[in-house]
Structure formats: structure tokens, C-alpha cells
């Protein structure tokens, strides 16, 4: 289901370090201080090891099931791979098609997180209360690309240097498989999609998995 890309939606309660354990959702992302006092890798909150890092952090795209199955364990990544996508996101995604969203995931993802530090670290990627949050937007947050702070945390790659093109092309492609499951029937080239005038939703051919109440 979408919503309207003008309609104002009501901030969620969900942060990057939320976390809701007894339903296997949970939050890896730890402080300085987390680290110094257990091992890293963890749960922040029911100290959990549930994620094989070195797996991981191989980058490999032959084991991408394992990669996005493993994202979803944290409620953050998780409330991404089942909201639902706004309209907005979703005809920015079909007036482009796969070929192009493909190419602009790719030059989002350099912007947002190919340098060392970003002018809005943290918040540099729109999030889905945002009225113009686009598909991409929505695919990084779900795969860990959307500041240098989930980067390292989720595929290894240091805080400290840039990020190589190789690194961008992975995480690009990881960004692709969120949209490949979300909207499956994006075609591969541009449609024609009407512009929105009025703050009317309806309802969208994105798909959205079943989940516990997070992720509405």
C-alpha cells in the first residue's frame, strides 16, 4: 500500500536503536562504550549474537539471501523491508524504470555515503515521514547505506577513507534487491505516471510483507 507523497505522516517511534527482542528484532548498532564492555557484534539490548560479521562483511552478492535475511534481524532494517512505500517513491521508481532507478541508486548512494564524512551525517538520508523520500531512500535505510555509521557497522567499510567504487556498485545492488521485492513489477525502462495534484492516497501494487505491528 502507498501513501500520498503531500500528505503529512505522523513522525514513528522507531530509531536506529530500537529494538523489540522477544520478536526477534533487534538492534547491533553499539557505542564506544557497548564495545569496551562485550563483545561487538552483539544485540545492544539482550546481547544477542545472531549475525555472522565475517560472512558479511565478505560483501559477496552470490550471498545476498544471507546478507538481506540477516538485515532484517534488526527492527530498524526491518520496519523498512515491510512500511508501506509511499506514492511518491513509488512513481519516482516507475518513471524511471529498473535501468535508470539503477543508475541514480548508485549516484544517491555515492552522495549520501561515498565520502568520509557527509554535511548532515546521520541524517543525510530521507526517511519515510518525509513527503519526498524516494525509493532509494526507503532501499537504503533497509540495507544499511544510508550513513557511514550503518556502513561500517553492517559491511565492514572503515568511517575513515572513502568508500571504492566496488563498495558503491554492492551496496547499489543491495539497494536494487529491496526494490526488486518491494515493487516486483517496476518495469525495465521509464512509464508514464501522472503527477499527484490532490492529497488522496490509494492503494499501490508495492508489495509488503507480513510482520509484527512495528512495521505498519
Not at 40 to 64: I, M, T
Amino acid at each position: 500500500m502507498a501513501t500520498n507523497p503531500t500528505e503529512e505522516l505522523k513522525p514513528l517511534n522507531i530509531k536506529c536503536t530500537s529494538t523489540a527482542c522477544g520478536d526477534g528484532l533487534h538492534c547491533f548498532l553499539l557505542t564506544k562504550k557497548m564495545k569496551q564492555n562485550g563483545p561487538s557484534g552483539r544485540c545492544r539490548s539482550c546481547g544477542a549474537q545472531l549475525v555472522d560479521w565475517n560472512r558479511l562483511f565478505r560483501r559477496d552478492l552470490k550471498d545476498v539471501t544471507y546478507t538481506l535475511e540477516s538485515l532484517k534481524r534488526e527492527l530498524i532494517r526491518h520496519h523498512f523491508w515491510h512500511i508501506p512505500i509511499s506514492l511518491y517513491a513509488e512513481n519516482y521508481a516507475r518513471r524511471k524504470g529498473k535501468v535508470e532507478l539503477k543508475i541514480a541508486a548508485r549516484k544517491q548512494i555515492e552522495h549520501a555515503v561515498g565520502k568520509v564524512s557527509h554535511p548532515r551525517e546521520g541524517q543525510q538520508t530521507a526517511r519515510e515521514s518525509n513527503p519526498h523520500a524516494n525509493a532509494v531512500h526507503y532501499a537504503q535505510h533497509a540495507t544499511a547505506s544510508c550513513c557511514r555509521r550503518c556502513v561500517e557497522e553492517w559491511h565492514g567499510i572503515p568511517r575513515d577513507r572513502e568508500l571504492m567504487q566496488e563498495e558503491i556498485t554492492y551496496l547499489s545492488e543491495l539497494a536494487m534487491e529491496y526494490v526488486a521485492t518491494r515493487l516486483p513489477d517496476l518495469a525495465d525502462g521509464p512509464i508514464y505516471v501522472p503527477s499527484l495534484h490532490r492529497p488522496e492516497g490509494r492503494t499501490s501494487p508495492a508489495t509488503s510483507e507480513s510482520g509484527p505491528p512495528y512495521a505498519h
